[in-house]
């Protein structure tokens, strides 16, 4: 499924490569642990072959374990994922000016990809997109997300 979706996402790359780094929302790693695999991290690998375009697993870590957040409503989703990223200590004072293309599986609110931008632009991310696999219910909160797409197997969101 991973390549699929990557395949439907390419072509909604920048056009210019340069500098571009692609990255995935993080697992805790009990989740990995249990999971054995992390979709977006996937889905980022199969975008990387496609492209050409580098890809690297670590530069975010989620050092906060959050509950599922199936049947969450937004406000106790940005609850459960706030503080739960972090850039991955030896990213800290790299992450400044870098082009990142934020890979996450699914997006139903936003608070999962919010915490993560938030973080690298901290950080001192010059921009970041996000690709997501699947849209389960979209529902904007305030807060840094500029522009949504639906996309056929994909979606597009724009934090500038």
């Known amino acids: 499924m991973a390549r699929v979706i990557a395949r439907q996402l390419v072509r909604h790359l920048p056009d210019d490569h340069a500098d571009?780094?692609?990255?995935?929302?993080?697992?805790h790693w009990t989740r990995m642990w249990s999971r054995t695999f992390n979709q977006s991290a996937l889905i980022g690998q199969e975008l990387a072959a496609l492209s050409g375009i580098p890809f690297v697993p670590d530069i975010l870590v989620r050092h906060k374990r959050?509950?599922?957040?199936?049947?969450l409503d937004v406000r106790r989703r940005k609850k459960a994922v706030g503080g739960a990223f972090a850039v991955n200590p030896k990213w800290q004072g790299r992450v400044k000016g870098l082009r990142l293309i934020l890979i996450d599986d699914v997006f139903t609110t936003g608070a999962t990809s919010d915490g993560?931008?938030?973080?690298?632009?901290?950080?001192?991310?010059?921009?970041?997109?996000?690709f997501v696999g699947r849209v389960l219910c979209v529902a904007l909160p305030n807060g840094p997300l500029r522009y949504c797409a639906t996309l056929d197997l994909g979606t597009v969101a724009h934090h500038l």
């Open 20 to 27: 571009l780094i692609i990255t995935p929302v993080p697992l």
């Open 66 to 71: 959050t509950p599922t957040m199936r049947g």
């Open 116 to 130: 993560c931008v938030s973080v690298l632009k901290r950080n001192g991310a010059s921009w970041v997109q996000i």
